[in-house]
């Protein structure tokens, strides 16, 4: 190194600053506008803002909180808190915008604030921003500074050419490697457990395959739901509509991921979790009508809190719509039985081929037990009136998917299926009475000739979009928007279905009135024809009495929010209260369970 | 005569930062010091336990303030060596650059620091304007002028425009030409030799001693750079001297800061033109919340504008890391050295000292 050597004049040489411009700007008549990436004072877009807290949670600083918003009644999806920002405390690192769910919370290029009143830095962010200026933004997540992983895994199924002559589950299920890659998409906001009926606990477990826990996992199903094996597969994952994931990206497959624990989990620890549940204090007993969904749930809590439950079947096998209505191949018994399995092993004792009304009486029901719960499900087809309908190849959804799980389970013979058949409906069961029914075609004839007529347009189809893509995949044939009109008969013979165009569904009441245009008639080639259009419950077994006493809002029962019907000691829940839907089973008979314990618990 | 207690810390105006240092003095010679750390303490080591790998990013550019990157930086080279992670070739490129940027920024500050001790203070005026056209880089590119939260374990945050890299070039340049006029006002200047030349002398056996890296080292002739010795990112594959003295005087050490300068201005250009095409950031597993990194342990370092700087993480598979050990690049100066070797040094020379040494107080406080 060669050192400069000191220089006498060389200070002087510095004269030459006095003539220049100075590096300073006078502040404020001068401003200086911040780089196009600069990380300056928040942004926050209510409208799309769900509240889910993904910032306050990645916030390094703390200096994110969700407050409720006073008087805010939020949708579903949406959760009624909004972030407040402690300038106090931020670091403008800007995490919260990379990871931001919907993209609402911006940064803005806005960086001098100024105010006498250090409360105002605890500032809710608004799209006018801190200075009320509506600021330009700065900062902006991209897809390589995004802290969101937006690509679902995709779940392997048996491909279509495969599977359409079986019966067997063609949803492979998730690897340990895809589980884990799935679960570590989830931000843990919960929006998903405010949607579940049963509110789950979702992130928790989800969570538990992600610190690869199974066993905590399984623990968490139990929390709120038996039926894990059932939910995991055919639950309509009303979560994954509003998962926070899915404003951006592909929501996380949430039902999937439930599946994985209860199909991973060893049988040793998945036993251990079940049994430790159960109190051994014995309080009283409970009866319980129909082992289908909500029957189960509630037969379960209800044990675990020490009641002694019987639960009476009319069937052979207990799991009513689950064992009777859905497919084999979206639901196989063996995971329906390890369900049931282990809500018996806690000492449930179910009774089946035992009709209530005929085998026992209800009043009998009445004495024996200190509560009763009744969820007998909507197990009765709805039938169509419609010119033709009154034929013998008219048949009803309910009375058909018995059969093809009857077959299915080896039990029964082959459903009568012919050669081309239209099927009315546009909702899950459609589609489960017209893949079936194409398996089974398959089989007979080697051919799959199934139409499908729904009155909803394509957008507004009631089934999941995976039964109207895996359909479309097995060769069914949508009509969207299509009234039924008549069914063509000849020499006493089916030839087909007449649909008119639908044009709208309701009337201007919001009444379901659907008005068809009939100048517009499409006619659908068939000798048989499904219906689908919905299904009934059946109360025959209720004494005219009790019936007399209940409160019925259509073919619905009324309870309270404990699921308790007008009379004490009768508790309802299922579909004969809130519709047909497992989840919203599970949900009611965990919620009566609680309702039957607070009752028998203040009695004593 | 009678020995006298004397605190120098940040009321001086030649003690950087929020450090100080317990004289005692005898007359106007120092006969003993002690360093008085703690000011600035937070416990980042502790702090970085229950904390996000992600969210560490944005603490530990507080470990050295002038020259925050650094520590994202190499926190990020031990979380990727742990998780076996092979950053893209551009982010590294990029890294680099950012790199260089902070070096020349805190040589800037380092030679503007001398005019507080010695009172030149045409040198702080000029030093700190040149340092803020480079923060003026980093803005553009960060978003953020000092605390940029840029690197990322896997890469860095965005990437760089052609636009910002024009930017860069002609702001290197503005700054490459300014060096002459800082030769000639700050170290032709006869003060600037009369208070710095032998002043706070350092010998070789001293600094390898005490473990002394960097400018420090360098100026008793030892040849010692983590770029060179142990090249990281592409180090490498960049033409670069090492300036190196052969005594070590407060003079050497920061005229070395000021060739470095030079090498740092050399090496960007270079990643100007050489910076290949491509990603900058490898993702880990997930949704930032939940990321995990492998069990093991790991250490980064890197040469920074005080020496060797290094991070030691420990990971035990969990979303935070088990535990986080600084070797921040002025411990040895700051703490032992101040003891060994500040006394007999004359009091208006300590100031000299401590700023020469480059001691940084957060680095010892961390």
């Known amino acids: ?604 | 005569m009678k020995e006298v207690k004397l605190f120098h810390g940040p009321n001086h105006p030649g003690m950087h930062g929020n450090f100080s240092v317990h004289l005692t003095v005898d007359g106007d010679t120092v006969k003993k010091a002690k360093p008085n750390p703690g000011m600035l303490h937070r416990g980042f080591e502790k702090l970085m336990e229950r904390r996000l790998w992600l969210n560490n990013i944005a603490l530990i550019p507080r470990v050295c303030v002038p020259e925050p990157d650094l520590n994202e930086a190499v926190y990020s080279m031990a979380v990727e060596k742990i998780q076996n992670l092979e950053i893209p070739e551009r982010a590294k490129y990029i890294r680099v650059l950012m790199m260089e940027l902070a070096r020349i920024s805190v040589h800037m500050m380092s030679i503007g620091g001398i005019g507080g001790p010695t009172g030149v203070y045409t040198a702080p005026n000029w030093a700190l304007a040149d340092r803020d056209l480079i923060l003026d880089i980093f803005e553009k590119i960060t978003g953020h002028r000092v605390y940029h939260m840029y690197i990322v374990p896997g890469g860095v945050r965005q990437d760089i425009d052609e636009k910002t890299f024009r930017f860069i070039e002609n702001t290197i340049r503005d700054i490459e030409k300014r060096l002459k006029d800082y030769k000639e006002i700050i170290f032709e200047s006869p003060i600037i030799h009369k208070r710095l030349k032998g002043t706070a002398p350092l010998t070789k056996e001293q600094a390898l001693n005490w473990g002394v890296t960097g400018p420090g080292l360098r100026s008793t002739g030892e040849k010692y750079d983590v770029r060179k010795q142990f090249p990281y990112f592409v180090y490498d594959k960049l033409d670069f001297d090492i300036p190196v003295a052969d005594k070590s005087d407060a003079f050497t050490r920061l005229y070395l800061k000021y060739l470095e300068v030079k090498q740092s201005i050399k090496i960007i250009k270079q990643v100007i033109n050489k910076i290949p095409k491509g990603k900058v950031r490898l993702k880990l597993t997930g949704t930032a919340l939940k990321w995990k990194i492998k069990k093991g342990e790991a250490y980064g370092k890197v040469e920074s504008s005080r020496g060797e700087f290094g991070y030691y993480v420990v990971s035990d598979g969990g979303r935070s890391p088990y535990r986080v050990q600084v070797r921040g690049a002025s411990y040895p100066q700051g703490l032992y050295g101040i003891e060994a070797g500040l006394p007999e040094t004359r009091l208006e020379d300590v100031a000299i000292w401590l700023d020469t040494m480059g001691v940084c107080a957060p680095e010892i406080d961390r």
């Open chain 1, 1 to 604: 190194m060669k050192e400069p050597k000191a220089n006498f004049f060389s200070p002087f040489k510095g004269i030459k600053y006095m003539v220049k411009k100075p590096v300073t700007i006078r502040v404020p008549k001068e401003t200086r506008e911040a780089a196009g990436r600069y990380r300056g004072f928040h942004t926050n877009d209510w409208e799309d803002c769900i509240g889910c807290g993904t910032c306050a949670d990645i916030c390094p600083t703390d200096a994110i909180n969700m407050e409720k918003v006073p008087e805010y009644d939020s949708p579903e999806g949406e959760k009624d808190e909004r972030p407040v920002i402690d300038y106090g405390r931020c670091c403008f690192c800007g995490f919260c915008i990379d990871i931001c769910t919907t993209g609402s919370l911006k940064m803005s290029k806005d960086y001098i604030y100024i105010n006498e009143n250090p409360d105002t830095f605890l500032y809710i962010p608004e799209e006018q921003g801190i200075n009320k200026n509506f600021p330009e933004e700065g900062y902006q997540r991209n897809e390589i500074t995004d802290l969101l992983d937006l690509e679902r895994i995709s779940m392997r199924h048996v491909k279509s050419s495969k599977r359409k002559d079986s019966f067997l589950e063609y949803v492979k299920g998730f690897s340990k490697e895809e589980a884990k890659r799935e679960a570590s998409r989830c931000v843990e906001c919960g929006i998903c457990t405010d949607r579940c009926p049963a509110h789950m606990d979702i992130p928790e477990y989800i969570n538990s395959i992600w610190d690869d826990d199974l066993k905590e996992g399984t623990k968490w199903l139990y929390e709120t739901n038996p039926l894990p094996n059932v939910c995991g597969r055919v639950c309509t994952h009303k979560c994954e509509e509003v998962c926070a994931i899915s404003h951006r990206g592909e929501p996380i497959a949430i039902r999937w991921l439930k599946r994985y624990i209860v199909d991973n989990t060893p049988e040793k620890d998945y036993e251990e979790v079940v049994l430790s549940n159960v109190s051994k204090k014995s309080k009283g007993s409970i009866g319980i009508v129909g082992a289908g969904p909500s029957g189960l749930t509630a037969a379960y809590y209800l044990r675990t809190l020490g009641y002694n439950v019987d639960i009476y079947e009319e069937k052979e096998y207990a799991g009513g719509v689950m064992r009777y209505g859905i497919p084999k191949y979206r639901l196989p018994d063996k995971a329906l039985d390890k369900d049931i399995k282990f809500i018996k092993k806690i000492g449930v004792n179910i009774i089946t081929n035992t009709r209530v009304g005929k085998d026992i009486e209800f009043s009998d029901l009445e004495n024996k037990y200190d509560a009763v719960y009744i969820s007998t499900g909507f197990m009765e087809p709805r039938y169509l009136k419609i010119e033709g309908s009154d034929h013998k190849d008219v048949i009803a959804a309910m009375d058909f998917l018995p059969k093809v799980r009857d077959f299915a389970r080896n039990e029964g013979k082959i459903p009568d299926v012919y050669k081309k058949i239209v099927v009315i409906g546009g909702g899950d069961v459609a589609y489960d009475v017209g893949r079936s029914a194409a398996r089974i075609q398959m089989i007979k004839y080697g051919k799959i000739d199934v139409t499908l007529t729904a009155l909803e347009n394509y957008e507004d189809l009631p089934a999941s979009e995976d039964e109207i893509i895996e359909g479309r995949e097995e060769g069914l044939e949508m009509y969207p928007s299509s009234g039924p009109v008549k069914i063509l008969i000849e020499k006493n013979k089916i030839k087909g279905l007449k649909t008119a165009e639908c044009i709208s569904l309701f009337d201007d009441n919001g009444n379901f009135k659907p008005e068809l245009n009939h100048d517009n008639t499409t006619f659908h080639k068939g000798t048989q024809v499904y219906i689908s259009i919905g299904q009934a419950p059946n109360y025959d077994y209720l004494p005219e009495n009790l019936k007399e006493k209940l409160n019925f809002v259509g073919p619905k029962i009324e309870t309270d929010e404990n699921g308790q019907t007008n009379i004490d000691w009768l508790f309802a829940g299922g579909d004969i209260v809130n519709g047909p839907d497992i989840i919203n089973g599970v949900a009611d008979g965990h919620n009566s369970a609680k309702g039957i314990d607070k009752l028998l618990n203040n009695n004593q």
